[in-house]
């Protein structure tokens, strides 16, 4: 099962990747796709980092 610290790490390099998919468009090539993957990157950091906290392990 991943860790809170892997799911944030897979949800910024997703953010990164929307974000270069988005910024290195030609005007000529314009798509949705990098700005609902930058906004659903963006939410799940959210989420994961204010909503869904892990409990603590009694090991």
């Known amino acids: 099962m991943l860790t809170a ?3 944030l790490t897979i949800y910024s390099v ?3 990747v929307a974000a270069c998919a988005l910024v ?3 005007t000529a090539n ?5 700005v609902i993957g930058l906004s659903a990157s963006i939410v799940g ?3 994961e980092r204010f909503r869904w906290r892990e409990e603590p392990h009694d090991h």
């Open 45 to 47: 950091i959210w989420l």
């Open 30 to 34: 314009v798509s949705w796709l990098p």
């Open 14 to 16: 997703l953010c990164v």
């Open 24 to 26: 290195f468009r030609t």
């Open 5 to 7: 610290r892997d799911r």
